[in-house]
Structure formats: C-alpha cells, structure tokens
C-alpha cells in the first residue's frame, strides 16, 4: 500500500508541475527527440530521489535541482544520442501541444528562448529560474552559489540578452 | 522593450504551456514500476564489472607470485602488472563510492563538480590503462605463458627478443597518442570508437579540466557589473 501511495503522490506532484519538465527541457535541447530523452531521465532521477524527499524545501525547488542537474549532465554526456526504447508517448507526455505553444509565442519570446539557448549551461539554468520568478535564495539553494553571486550574474545576463534580443529584432524588422 | 517586459511574455506563455501539458498519469504510473532505466546510470554496472574482473586478475597475480615467489625473473613483472591492477580496483572503488554517493537532488554546482570529478577520474584512469597496456605486453606474456601454459618464456624467447619486443612497446605509446590526435576526426566511426581516441590524445581529460575550471570560476564571486 505504501508503495501504491508514493506513486499516486509522486504522479500528483509532477502533474501539478508539469511546466517544468517541459521548460528545463526546452531550455536545453534543440530538437524533440532529444527534449523527449531529456524528460525522461529527469522523471527517472525524479522518482529515484523521491524517496529522499523530506518536504523541507518546495517541491518544485526540488524538482528544479534535479531538472537541471540531469540536463546539464545530459546536455554534456556523450550518451544523449543513446534513445532509450520506451518512446515518450507511451511515457505519458504530449510534447506536440507545448511546442504548438512555444511556437505561437510570439518574436520576443521565441527570440528570447534562442538566446537563452546560446548561455553556457549554468547561466542557462539561472535564466530560466529568474524568469519562473523563483525568489533569489530559492535559486541561489538550487545552484548551490551565494544570493549575492545570483544577483550579479542575473543582472549580467539580463543585460546580455536585452542587447542581444534588441538587436535580433532589429535583424529580424530589417 | 525592457527585459520584464520579455519577463511578463515569458510567464504568460508560461501559463498556457500549463494548460497545453498533457500528463497520461495512468501509463506514468506504470512506467514508474518498471523501473525505467535511466542514461545517467549506465556507468554503475560497467564500473562494477571493472571491479570483479580486475579483482579476480590481482588474486590470480597473488597467487602466481606466492607460487613463484623465489623465480625473481618471474615474481618482478607479476608484481609490477600487480601493482597496475590494484591502482585499478582503486580507482574502481573509488568511481563506486562516488556514483552511490550522487545525489542529482543536491545544489548544481556541488553536482555537476562531483560529475565532472568522475568523469576526470575515469578519463584519467582509460588513458593511462590504454597507455599502459603496450609497455607491459612482455610482462603479460612472461606471466601469461607461465601461469596459463607453464611455459617459460625466458627459454621460449631470447632475451634480446624479449628486450626489443619490451622497448617496441614503450615506443608505440608516442605514436598512439600523436595518431590520436591526428587521425581520430577521420577514423572514428562510432561515439565509443570516438571517446578511446579522445581519452589516449588526453582531450577527454582536458574538456573535463576545462569544465571544472568553468564550475569554480561560476561559484566564485562576480565583480558587481556596472
């Protein structure tokens, strides 16, 4: 029973914060076959720790350190090319429809996303944390840096990819 | 427009990729009592393989030793081929310490530093072992005939046959790594193939320097930007 448990609490809590499995996802993998490995890990890793998940932090806190740290590490391993035999699908996610979203978003944000693609995977992972409005303790706890170190490199990047989005959209009107 | 203008874009998008997300709950709960494996872990059962093979080989070089322990011609080039398969148990154990120890759930940079720490270890280990094994093909022979056969090679084989064959090997480790780094772009066919050459010629070991260097300068204090 206990075990039967944990699944339906582990499924509940992952269905209310689906979103982030998509945006981490997202964030790290261009094409869809690599954002479907991607998840799938992450919902492995996920599962495998959930066990060790003591409620202290949110869990969406937890969930985005191990997010992150699977994408990271897949987006650097040699293995990301590997397809594992269970497809996506029968994995329970509809990547089509999210897509579909991303790609009606909009020039800013489908800019915004490109560049984000281009950060080294770190500032990536602070990116896509700042932009989920996480407070700055609650990021500087997931990557393990000082609060003072977010708020530098948050302001950094902010710079960088204003710059950087005003002049692909002037490209782009060109 | 300002970045919290993007910011404002970015969340309502962000909440409409909430409402487009479909979870299949039912086939994710099965999935989860398969156990699906995950490519994180690959390395785990390939380290431990590592372990009980090289352990089996340093009891079988104990045992060849303890056997022929008053044949200096025969207990030297056991012990150092010994001396080589202990320093791989150890690096074996200590590659399983830390794989059991990993915690994806622990902050990033503490993570990815123990990841790219493994991968140094196990590149550092690959190198040196493919590196290893030209130079010490005599005494793999010496023993092997010896203890498989119990035909001594030193009457086999002359010894200058023996003494070039030794020198031989030493001079292929040069020519190994410059064709590595030379050719493997043009030979490689597959990832594996790719990463051998990659771990001789030490660019395994340099990319993974190289990121550990990006992980200390990342948690290092940033000079507040102007």
Known sequence: MTGIADHDRFV??????????????????????????????????????FGHFDGRNRFSTWMYRIAVNVAISFYRSENRRIRETVSIDEFGMDLA??????????????????????????????????????????????????????????GRIKQQLQRDHHAQLATLRT | MTFENLQEQWVACDKKLDLSIRLNTALLRESLVSQARSALR????????????????VIALGAFIASHVRDVAFVAPAIVLDVCAIGLVASCGRQLAMLSALDFSAPVV??????????????????????LVPALWIPLLVVGLEGVFGVNAYSTFSAGWLAVNALFGLAVI??????????????????????????IAGRSLTASTASLDQLVRFEREEALAD
């Open chain 1, 12 to 49: 509940a809590l992952l269905e209310e914060h689906k979103r982030i499995l998509y945006k981490v996802a997202n964030a790290y993998c261009r094409n869809r076959e690599d954002r479907s490995d991607l998840i799938q890990n992450t919902v492995t890793e996920l599962w495998r720790s």
């Open chain 1, 97 to 154: 429809a999210a897509d579909r979203v991303m790609e009606a978003a909009g020039d800013d944000v489908r800019i915004l996303h490109r560049l984000i693609g281009q950060l080294g995977e770190l500032d990536r992972a602070l990116i896509i944390l700042y932009l989920d409005q996480h407070s700055r303790d609650g990021f500087a706890g997931i990557m393990g840096i000082s609060t003072t170190n977010v708020a530098t490199k948050i």
């Open chain 2, 42 to 57: 690959w390395l785990s059962p390939f380290v431990v393989a590592e372990l009980v093979c090289t352990l089996v080989v």
């Open chain 2, 110 to 131: 503490d993570v990815q530093t123990s990841l790219e720490t493994l991968r140094r270890i196990r590149c550092r280990t690959t190198m040196w072992t493919l590196m």
């Open chain 2, 174 to 199: 040069p020519v190994m790594v410059w064709c590595s780094r030379r050719y493997a772009d043009r030979v490689a066919q597959s990832p594996f193939v790719q990463r051998l050459m990659d771990d």
